[in-house]
């Protein structure tokens, strides 16, 4: 099965710092998908990326996958306290009837 | 917000007993998925539901099973309770193989005490 392993675990920064959060993949990845939760709900999506090399960009967050495919990073610039939340990569299987998160990264943006 | 609903939002039960979780779908998703998740950790893929069968599993064991109604809505099933159940469970709607379609309802937190 996928393994998908992400650091930093927890992550506090002061806001307008730039953070990264990786995502390492046991496996090479047909499709990485980026979510943000807020503590107890539901996973809004982010970013997806399928290509090697490939880079997408929304707002001031940015998300690469590594050439080859089994490495990807989330970027955000000048943090605010709005994003704020856990940071999950997500992955599927090339049968597309399975689906694996990452261990997750919790991010404090202190005001 | 998504159109998707879980309930209850939260449930308190004791070992042994059975839960049942629904989730209704986002319109034009005819294709249901449930996750686990722990305190802390990511959510953990239990099942998924196509045209109203089974589609794909995780490692989880038969006491979690599910249904998929005509309308794509779903429940979650888990009997015989154990205290490790207690998670919040999430289901996400989606278009067939398209994850990144994949819409999150706010969850229902479960309690086992």
């Known amino acids: 099965s996928q393994e998908l392993e992400q650091s930093p675990q927890s992550l506090i920064v002061q806001e307008g710092k730039n953070l990264t959060i990786n995502c390492t993949s046991s496996?090479?990845?047909?499709?990485l998908y980026w979510y943000k939760q807020k503590y107890g709900e539901g996973l809004i999506f982010l970013m997806m990326?399928?290509?090697?090399?490939e880079e997408k960009s929304h707002e001031k967050i940015t998300a690469k996958l590594d050439e080859k495919k089994q490495q990807s990073s989330l970027h955000i610039t000048a943090s605010q306290p709005s994003h704020a939340g856990i940071y999950l990569c997500?992955?599927?299987?090339?049968?597309?009837?399975?689906?694996?998160f990452g261990t997750g990264t919790s991010l404090t943006v202190i005001p | 917000e998504t159109g998707v609903t879980q309930s209850p939002t939260h449930l308190i039960k004791t070992r042994g007993q059975q839960v049942t979780l629904r989730c209704s779908s986002q319109?034009?998703?005819?294709?249901v998925s449930w996750y686990q998740q722990a305190l802390g950790q990511g959510p953990q893929f239990i099942f998924q539901?196509?045209?109203?069968?089974?589609?794909g599993r995780g490692n989880f064991p038969p006491r979690f099973s599910g249904l998929q109604f005509p309308n794509y809505s779903s429940e979650l099933n888990v009997n015989a309770l154990e205290l490790d159940d207690s998670a919040l469970y999430l289901c996400?709607?989606?278009?067939?193989?398209?994850?990144?379609?994949?819409?999150f309802g706010p969850g229902t937190r479960l309690l086992v005490l």
């Open positions: 996400a709607s989606s278009r067939p193989r398209e994850a990144e379609t994949q819409y």
């Open positions: 997500g992955a599927d299987q090339n049968t597309g009837n399975q689906f694996y």
């Open positions: 496996k090479t990845l047909y499709g």
């Open positions: 319109s034009g998703h005819n294709t």
């Open positions: 539901y196509y045209r109203e069968e089974e589609n």
């Open positions: 990326l399928q290509k090697g090399g």
